[in-house]
């Protein structure tokens, strides 16, 4: 079995990653990490009967062949792998370090991993539902700051742009991530606000 793993407090770009090599590679299974950001959570839970997403326990006592690891470098610790496991990283982010010789590192400098993988679908002509589409411009744009950050390139703007092609719903992509105050933040704005 093939497997797809990401971070643990996964942003968008993570989590929108895996979804992306799930599509680039449909025998991978994408495993949702254990933690998520708040907003990703809410996401997930929404709209999990859209998604392709496992968690770990389900997969338990299955041996695992090959990882496909995204938006991060660091090779995870799990007790169904072998030292040598192949692991294939795709990443945004400046190599860090040497890799093993299991390891294969792709990647580019540019705003979002989702960025790279959306690239390789719209080439393979690979075609996305709404939601897929989607969840894959939240990670685009949660990465870039909504395409304003300095890292942002050209590159992020095709992407996004085709994603949008594909039904992207920038409603959505904006409600999630706007990031409303908890409770306990509201109160301590409203105290701040009282004494200022």
Do not use: C
């Not at 996964?10 to 799930?22: E, P, T, V, Y």
């Not at 610790?77 to 692991?87: G, K, M």
């Not at 990283?89 to 979002?112: N, R, W, Y």
């Amino acid at each position: 079995m093939e497997i797809i793993l990401t971070h643990n407090n996964a942003d968008f770009d993570a989590i929108a990653a895996l979804l992306g090599a799930h599509k680039l590679f449909p025998s991978a299974v994408p495993i949702l990490s254990s933690r998520l950001n708040r907003n990703v959570a809410e996401f997930v839970t929404l709209y999990q009967n859209g998604l392709p997403f496992m968690a770990w326990d389900d997969l338990q006592g299955e041996q695992v062949k090959r990882i496909i690891l995204v938006d991060t470098q660091k090779s995870p610790e799990l007790h169904n792998l072998t030292a040598n496991t192949p692991v294939y990283i795709i990443d945004h982010h400046p190599k860090h370090a040497q890799f093993a010789p299991h390891e294969t590192f792709t990647g580019e400098e540019v705003g979002a991993t989702v960025t790279l993988l959306v690239e390789q679908m719209r080439q393979q002509g690979i075609m996305l539902s709404s939601l897929e589409a989607t969840l894959l411009a939240l990670g685009i744009y949660e990465d870039t700051g909504s395409l304003t950050y300095n890292l942002t390139t050209p590159r992020d703007i095709t992407a996004a742009a085709w994603l949008l092609e594909q039904g992207a719903v920038l409603d959505t992509v904006r409600r999630f991530l706007t990031k409303p105050l908890n409770e306990e933040q509201q109160a301590l704005l409203e105290k701040l606000l009282k004494n200022a």
